[in-house]
């Protein structure tokens, strides 16, 4: 069964970091494009980055440029995301998720709906 599991979420005062981990089981990611995506209360979710698996290429949301950086470990079928200079703005639950199938070397998706698999989500809350 293929799992996705984020971790590392929790409440940081305005200003502070926390890193995101996102493991998956079941099958290996290696060669397929990975992302995070966040949703607020009452809004859709949206895009915050992105990673092809060769990591050549990343993309974020102009919202985190700057202040996210999106890597992954392929060896250890793990991604993650640095999240620096947090503001209230950043609460949201922070959703990783995966291609089914491999991705061409460099290559970015940013729609939700070219994700196959998607974590359960984890809850990031930055005070003020």
């Known amino acids: 069964q293929v799992q996705l599991v984020e971790s590392g979420g929790g409440l940081v005062q305005a200003g502070g970091s926390l890193r995101l981990s996102c493991t998956a089981s079941g099958r290996t990611f290696s060669r397929s494009c990975m992302g995070w995506f966040r949703q607020a209360p009452g809004k859709e979710r949206e895009f915050v980055a992105a990673?092809?698996?060769?990591?050549?290429?990343?993309d974020y949301a102009d919202a985190v440029k700057g202040r996210f950086t999106v890597s992954r470990d392929n060896a250890k079928n793990t991604l993650y995301l640095q999240m620096n200079s947090l503001k209230p703005e950043d609460t949201a639950v922070y959703y990783c998720?995966?291609?089914?199938?491999?991705?061409?070397?460099?290559?970015?998706?940013?729609?939700?709906?070219?994700?196959?698999?998607w974590g359960q989500g984890t809850q990031v809350t930055v005070s003020s």
């Open positions: 998720a995966s291609q089914l199938s491999p991705t061409p070397v460099g290559r970015l998706f940013k729609g939700e709906n070219e994700y196959d698999y």
């Open positions: 990673i092809s698996w060769s990591r050549i290429s990343t």
